[in-house]
């Protein structure tokens, strides 16, 4: 089965940088883009960024372009997600997610907490 999980959240002070982590198994990962979300509370999830499958091709919400930079690695089915410049506005619940054969899969989210 699909699985997805998610690490390297935790408290960074602003101006701070973290990298998260979604080690990817269950389907082929290299046919599929790979997406990172985030949610804060009270607010709905929304979409961070995003990784085309093998050409690698990138898109970014307007909030985090320039700071933030998504990668992949189809050889270990993992995805990235580099945090650059932080702020407390990033503070949220981060998830990866992958879109396979009309279903949404999600992992369990990881904490972000950008505070001094």
């Known amino acids: 089965q699909v699985q997805l999980v998610e690490s390297g959240g935790g408290l960074v002070q602003p101006g701070g940088s973290l990298r998260l982590s979604c080690a990817a198994s269950g389907f082929t990962f290299s046919r599929y883009a790979m997406y990172w979300y985030r949610q804060s509370p009270g607010k709905e999830r929304r979409l961070v960024a995003r990784?085309?499958?093998?050409?690698?091709?990138?898109n970014y919400a307007d909030s985090v372009r320039g700071r933030f930079t998504i990668s992949r690695d189809n050889a270990k089915n993992m995805v990235y997600l580099q945090m650059n410049s932080l702020k407390p506005e990033d503070t949220a619940v981060y998830y990866c997610n992958a879109f396979i054969d009309w279903n949404n899969y999600w992992g369990q989210g990881t904490q972000v907490t950008v505070s001094s």
């Open positions: 990784i085309r499958d093998t050409e690698g091709s990138t």
